[in-house]
């Protein structure tokens, strides 16, 4: 639990699953509610969704979340700026271990990031994993798909229930280590959080599969740690076809109970050992 000015807290739990159909869980996530050396930098919550085959995904995934969750604390100046500086090296750090490792070339990851600090919430965001704001049961999708279909759609070219069908729906425009120019969403401003919002972090194996309608009824009706068992059942429910990885965080005042919802997933570091968030 994030305790943040105003009597506002943040309560936030995430899980990450294999999926039916896979062998390997190549998500990586973070939920990082302390950190030591700053503690005004307030918390940090992450999904990184990796690709690439032969582990290689779960080597950039778990790259892009060390290095954002280790540079979002040790860098100064804004956090627009921080976040940007953070990707920017999370790419450089898997363009050069793909370079030293060719089993792992051509590998990349989704990131997608909320900031949690002073009553607000900062996005970053590169890929098609999402971030949702759920705010008096109306959900909203803060981040924007960086795919051909979604690309398509909004210039017009196709409809969105014929992107929803269409073949190339999980062709990436964007991720992290796939090219030295990177172009991700960095909000220059923070949401101004509300008593009562849920935040939503989440790769697409559980977008693809869960509706948003689901999405936001089992969000506004459960705590975090219960509403990601019940989303990640959900998607393995209707098929289970991907990793499935997802974090939910309800601001609340402070005379909400004080219970801790614990993280869920162990980063495994491709160099240097392991690190779990929290």
């Given amino acids: 639990m994030v305790q943040a000015p105003a009597g506002m807290e943040i309560i936030g739990a995430m899980r990450t699953d294999t999926g039916l159909v896979r062998t390997l869980n190549e998500d990586s996530v973070a939920w990082v509610t302390s950190h030591d050396d700053d503690a005004n930098r307030g918390s940090l919550a ?30 100064d100046g804004p956090i627009p700026q921080v976040l940007a500086n953070a990707f920017a090296a999370a790419n450089r750090a898997i363009i050069e271990y793909a370079q030293e490792h060719p089993e792992c070339r051509g590998m990349g990851t989704t990131c997608t990031v909320l900031a949690f600090r002073d009553s607000q919430a900062w996005l970053a965001h590169i890929g098609d994993s999402r971030a949702y704001l759920l705010r008096d049961r109306h959900l909203t999708q803060l981040s924007e798909d960086q795919t051909l279909v979604a690309k398509l759609v909004s210039e017009g070219t196709i409809t969105q229930a014929e992107a929803d069908q269409s073949p190339m729906h999980n062709v990436i425009l964007q991720a992290l280590g796939t090219t030295a120019n990177i172009r991700p969403m960095i909000g220059a401003k923070g949401l101004p959080l509300q008593s009562g919002d849920v935040l939503i972090l989440c790769s697409d194996g559980v977008s693809n599969m869960v509706p948003d309608g689901k999405i936001a009824e089992v969000a506004s009706r459960l705590p975090p740690q219960e509403a990601c068992d019940a989303l990640i059942e959900a998607a393995l429910a209707a098929g289970g076809h991907d990793n ?35």
Wanted: glycine share 14%.
């Fill in 46 to 75: 992450l999904v990184a969704d990796g690709m690439g085959g032969h582990a290689a995904g779960e080597v950039a995934s778990a790259l892009a979340a060390d290095v954002v969750r280790r540079l979002y604390y040790d860098l």
């Fill in 244 to 278: 499935a990885s997802l974090g939910v965080f309800s601001v609340t005042t402070g005379a909400a109970p004080k219970r801790v919802e614990p993280t869920t997933r162990r980063i495994k570091l491709p160099i240097g050992g392991n690190h779990s968030s929290g």
